[in-house]
């Protein structure tokens, strides 16, 4: 029988309202008790090996409600921005510190194959909706409405679904997001059924794109993966390739590279090749692109390239059992989350990874800048990653590159990068948390670096580059800091 | 019993003579069981999870000898070059393809604290000895022999027991080499019985040196630490630290900086700080910061960059297990090791690991050019990196500097670095290695790199730097090629 999750059911809709209707309270009850046995109690209560001193986890919990809500945000139309982050958005749903929203994430790759993607899904129909005149969601960036590609621009690119409004958050604060589950999404295609699929998009802006050895040069290549939408396989397979062939949108725009997010692919002038990577299987890494609260420093904001508030951080370990620390920098802190991932190497080569719709379970709270004092948490001026292992550190070229770069600093980025600037960031940021969050003096700080800390290409093709520098937390298993 | 390896034995040279005479046919008993226990026999017989088809296995096998032999090649004054790799060096033992070679190698830090790491040690003893007008070993470095800092100027530091010559090697071939065991060097000194120490020098060309935050700027730092040479502890921990004094040698020079290798630190003069890192735990990953073959553009070539002969790849994953594949350049090959680490960080930021003496047991298997065709390892150009799960290609900012750089490339490359190049050529390796050795398509490559393979950054403090590319060998493991 349908629960509200099988859009091929005749009577899906009133299923899915029924569904939504029942879920709070039960998916409450879950992740309540879900919550303590993955340890998040525990993380409250701990000391060394977590940012969250006992007092603060106290200090935050009275401010919490007393009992937590679990809200559903679905990945709709009316719920989305695409391509931008902004302050002056408002929120789909406004919650308290403690309270789990289940937040739907759709990749803003999916039209390129909307039979396995988009087809009888009704949000992404809704999101992708586009004919002569008529778009589910007009805007898709942070450029001007009268661009000549379309509405924003292009000039971002992620569906975000959100922002969720914490409830209290000023500036100074700092989010604390617990990523308790992700799921992918199942192609709604009953052709597809039991699969999600994803897309891989060997684009323009990738790394290896001017530096190609066979063939037509330059090219764009898509590929379309398959994932296990039951969870029983921990792999993605190739499911074939095509040449992006220049594609006229609906409003009548060539796109001959992939320069506006979103267009759909008419496949009766593609050529598939379904010879593709054959044998082989990709680990899957499930994880949000995407993850972050609203920038101050501008109205309107390019989603690609990471900054200081998160965002396009493109690492993989973001996933399930992750937590995320955030500076707030407005009213509400503003989160929101998109560009799902199913897998994605080190660096994000070609310009994307498996780019695969998929819905997570996050629960907030909030740390109030007057309870900060002596924290690790003091002060944080960028995203903190935290796995169940390690403490991960985001180095980007610029580390608030709307700041660091003025008023253009919006398209500056993208000539500016480098990994030696990223490198240098996440240097800097290591020290400086082995100095301030652990407690260790500057040499003592610098020796551990060399012999204990890992440093990786997070991405080399989001405008501001990044690097990460991971501390394995069992290092400080004796200490007391 | 002292069975040789107990220099404080009152009978050790006798006892070691012993050793030494019964060791080969016992170890290499115990070597050919352990070998077959290892996987090596699997290695040769395999197809798709090794470079080394079953055909050239079979192919290089013909060419070794019928019994392999079992060399111990100790460290001493007589058996190692310090700070450089030579085409012409004399061989310390010349073997066929096939055969084993245990080899000691020592820090050339070691003199940081004599106490711990040379004195009672004969071997070392003999190699760090200096009084005025005597050095057991006179040149360090590739410099020239009346150099102000001393013979061979300290361009090149690492001190490499070798080179192992192997009988028939030619350029174009390929010297496959598999690193079966890795032993830390416990300190000869009966008040520290049971542990072996290791030095971390935060040095002037350690990536941090000239962007230091606190205190006297700049500054080097030298911390201790301490081993478990039973193998029972999988961590060292920090015993001390002490600020580089400025060292007058014995032969009357000052050394305000670490600026020539193994000057004999006087502790009367350095204020010792033992309450460092305390409490914490830095994980073991003994390997070979240096390893290589010699390379054919030069006479003398600084041990400090590596190149595509190897060298001082600096990279933690060369360890126990691991395997390495080397492009011969000069008859013989020349094969030496040293730069040994108990552990690195991936960038190996402060400009030294923990510097700690270790034995490695090798195994030496010759594939020549002639058998190379159509194989992963034809034309192979720079040093690969196998591991237990993984295949770990090494990115330079110049893949061989001596000839990318013409005449001054010795020193050019010290100013020529950047990760953004390495990044450029793991890349480049990468894509080659999925496309030669794989037999992928360019796009099939460049999709798997971007979801499936791993950049990291591996030293920053190496003239030449590197990234490295890292793809997991169970990728591959339904395709056949």
């Given at each position: 029988?349908?629960?509200?999750?099988?859009?091929?059911?005749?009577?899906?809709?009133?299923?899915?309202?029924?569904?939504?209707?029942?879920?709070?309270?039960?998916?409450?009850?879950?992740?309540?008790?879900?919550?303590?046995?993955?340890?998040?109690?525990?993380?409250?209560?701990?000391?060394?090996?977590?940012?969250?001193?006992?007092?603060?986890?106290?200090?935050?919990?009275?401010?919490?409600?007393?009992?937590?809500?679990?809200?559903?945000?679905?990945?709709t139309a009316e719920t989305v921005h695409?391509?931008?982050?902004?302050?002056?958005?408002?929120?789909?749903?406004?919650?308290?510190?403690?309270?789990?929203?289940?937040?739907?994430?759709?990749?803003?790759?999916?039209?390129?194959?909307?039979?396995?993607?988009?087809?009888?899904?009704?949000?992404?129909?809704?999101?992708?909706?586009?004919?002569?005149?008529?778009?589910?969601?007009?805007?898709?960036?942070?450029?001007?409405?009268?661009?000549?590609?379309?509405?924003?621009?292009?000039?971002?690119?992620?569906?975000?679904?959100?922002?969720?409004?914490?409830?209290?958050?000023?500036?100074?604060?700092?989010?604390?997001?617990?990523?308790?589950?992700?799921?992918?999404?199942?192609?709604?295609?009953?052709?597809?059924?039991?699969?999600?699929?994803?897309?891989?998009?060997?684009?323009?802006?990738?790394?290896?794109?001017?530096?190609?050895?066979?063939?037509?040069?330059?090219?764009?290549?898509?590929?379309?993966?398959?994932?296990?939408?039951?969870?029983?396989?921990?792999?993605?397979?190739?499911?074939?390739?095509?040449?992006?062939?220049?594609?006229?949108?609906?409003?009548?725009?060539?796109?001959?590279?992939?320069?506006?997010?979103?267009?759909?692919?008419?496949?009766?002038?593609?050529?598939?090749?379904?010879?593709?990577?054959?044998?082989?299987?990709?680990?899957?890494?499930?994880?949000?692109?995407?993850?972050?609260?609203?920038?101050?420093?501008?109205?309107?904001?390019?989603?690609?390239?990471?900054?200081?508030?998160?965002?396009?951080?493109?690492?993989?370990?973001?996933?399930?059992?992750?937590?995320?620390?955030?500076?707030?920098?407005?009213?509400?802190?503003?989160?929101?989350?998109?560009?799902?991932?199913?897998?994605?190497?080190?660096?994000?080569?070609?310009?994307?990874?498996?780019?695969?719709?998929?819905?997570?379970?996050?629960?907030?709270?909030?740390?109030?800048?007057?309870?900060?004092?002596?924290?690790?948490?003091?002060?944080?001026?960028?995203?903190?990653?935290?796995?169940?292992?390690?403490?991960?550190?985001?180095?980007?070229?610029?580390?608030?590159?709307?700041?660091?770069?003025?008023?253009?600093?919006?398209?500056a980025i993208f000539a500016k990068s480098?990994?030696?600037?990223?490198?240098?960031?996440?240097?800097?940021?290591?020290?400086?948390?082995?100095?301030?969050?652990?407690?260790?003096?500057?040499?003592?700080?610098?020796?551990?670096?060399?012999?204990?800390?890992?440093?990786?290409?997070?991405?080399?093709?989001?405008?501001?580059?990044?690097?990460?520098?991971?501390?394995?937390?069992?290092?400080?298993?004796?200490?007391?800091?």
């Amino acid at each position: 029988m349908c629960l509200g999750d099988d859009p091929t059911c005749a009577a899906f809709a009133e299923h899915r309202m029924r569904y939504r209707r029942d879920m709070e309270p039960e998916r409450r009850a879950f992740l309540k008790s879900s919550f303590v046995a993955t340890g998040g109690a525990a993380a409250l209560a701990a000391g060394g090996l977590s940012l969250v001193t006992p007092a603060l986890a106290q200090a935050s919990r009275a401010k919490s409600v007393e009992r937590c809500r679990h809200y559903h945000l679905p990945a709709t139309a009316e719920t989305v921005h695409w391509g931008y982050f902004s302050r002056s958005l408002k929120p789909q749903v406004e919650i308290e510190s403690g309270d789990f929203v289940t937040i739907e994430t759709l990749t803003h790759h999916a039209n390129d194959d909307a039979e396995r993607m988009v087809a009888g899904d009704p949000g992404a129909e809704s999101v992708f909706l586009w004919t002569k005149g008529t778009k589910g969601v007009a805007r898709r960036g942070a450029g001007p409405e009268d661009a000549k590609l379309g509405p924003g621009g292009g000039l971002g690119v992620h569906i975000c679904t959100g922002p969720v409004a914490i409830r209290g958050a000023e500036p100074g604060d700092v989010l604390e997001v617990r990523i308790l589950d992700v799921a992918p999404r199942p192609s709604a295609n009953p052709k597809f059924k039991g699969s999600t699929f994803g897309s891989n998009a060997a684009a323009w802006w990738g790394y290896h794109y001017k530096d190609l050895l066979t063939g037509d040069k330059p090219r764009e290549v898509i590929t379309i993966y398959e994932v296990d939408a039951s969870g029983g396989r921990d792999w993605a397979k190739a499911v074939y390739s095509f040449r992006w062939p220049g594609v006229t949108d609906p409003d009548g725009v060539l796109h001959p590279t992939i320069d506006y997010p979103g267009i759909p692919v008419d496949h009766t002038k593609t050529t598939r090749t379904y010879d593709v990577l054959k044998g082989i299987r990709v680990p899957i890494r499930p994880h949000f692109g995407v993850m972050g609260v609203a920038p101050a420093e501008a109205e309107m904001v390019n989603s690609i390239p990471p900054s200081y508030t998160g965002g396009n951080i493109d690492n993989w370990r973001i996933g399930k059992g992750a937590t995320l620390y955030y500076p707030v920098a407005v009213a509400g802190a503003l989160f929101s989350a998109g560009d799902p991932h199913a897998s994605q190497g080190d660096s994000e080569l070609c310009g994307t990874a498996i780019e695969c719709s998929l819905t997570g379970t996050f629960q907030f709270v909030l740390h109030k800048k007057a309870d900060l004092a002596g924290t690790a948490l003091e002060s944080l001026d960028f995203p903190m990653i935290e796995t169940r292992e390690d403490w991960v550190l985001s180095g980007f070229s610029y580390p608030n590159y709307l700041k660091d770069l003025g008023p253009d600093a919006q398209s500056a980025i993208f000539a500016k990068s480098s990994l030696d600037l990223a490198m240098q960031d996440a240097f800097r940021k290591m020290r400086q948390f082995l100095m301030h969050a652990k407690g260790l003096t500057e040499d003592e700080a610098i020796s551990l670096m060399s012999v204990a800390v890992d440093f990786g290409v997070t991405q080399v093709v989001d405008g501001n580059w990044g690097v990460h520098a991971i501390v394995k937390k069992a290092i400080f298993a004796e200490r007391t800091a």
